[in-house]
């Protein structure tokens, strides 16, 4: 099945339809979040969150909100078992 596609020219301008503003908004913010994981800044991670506010859910994210000391327990069972000599 074939999908349908406008191709706008740069003389055409259109302006972007609501579902276009928020799809373009969602992939702004999970771009963030995974630069912000990626590069182990998970203070910035809570921070997004929290500014994205109760509502925001990426259902390819898998995201429990821990506060910033359950991620510090977590840190810590994470080298405990990675520098394990067991």
């Known amino acids: 099945m074939k999908k349908h596609c406008t191709v706008l020219h740069e003389h055409e301008t259109r302006a972007m339809t609501t579902a276009e503003e928020e799809y373009l908004d969602r992939q702004r913010k999970k771009s963030r979040l995974l630069s912000l994981g990626k590069s182990g800044d998970w203070r910035g991670v809570l921070d997004a969150y929290q500014e994205f506010g109760d509502g925001y859910r990426e259902p390819l994210l898998v ?18 078992v990675t520098d394990s000599r067991v």
């Open 63 to 80: 995201w429990v909100r821990p506060d910033a000391g359950m991620i510090r327990q977590i840190t810590g069972q994470y080298i405990y």
